[in-house]
């Protein structure tokens, strides 16, 4: 049962990184037909989510080297 329930989160991350990744590629493509073209507010908070991961994980290994390094 829980073995279903991981195949099938897993199955619609899947679906969600394809869509996202099509949706990105029409961006692109768009952008570079019409380069004064404003990007779609889905693909802002796309870069917005994007950019506060690595940030976050950047100051996460940043507190941890100077754990560690103490």
């Not at 989160?9 to 380069?35: F, G, S, T, W, Y």
Request: hydrophobic share 35%; glycine share 0%; with cysteine.
């Amino acid at each position: 049962e829980e073995a279903k329930h991981q195949d099938m989160e897993d199955k619609a991350a899947a679906m969600a990184v394809l869509r996202r990744q099509k949706m990105l590629e029409c961006e692109k493509e768009n952008i570079e037909k019409m380069p004064f073209m404003d990007i779609r507010s889905e693909t802002k908070r796309f870069r917005q989510e994007v950019f506060k991961r690595r940030h976050r994980s950047r100051v996460m290994e940043k507190q941890n080297s100077t754990v560690a390094s103490n």
